[in-house]
């Protein structure tokens, strides 16, 4: 079975948010003795993620459609 891959547009600001919320993770988990094997892969896959330049186009939510 082939393995699903998810992709997310993150702006810079973005970006650095997910990096500093993975880290703080990895410091309580730290802290709590637990392993931080999965935080630290996310960190890497994150970081290293390549960059991709495409067009963002918004549509206006349907009534029934909004959360």
Known sequence: MKEKHFYVALDDYEHGIVIDSLNEKRKDLKSE????????????KIGFAPQKNFKVVERERRRHEAR
């Open 33 to 44: 003795g637990k392993t931080t094997d999965a935080v630290d892969d996310l960190i890497v």
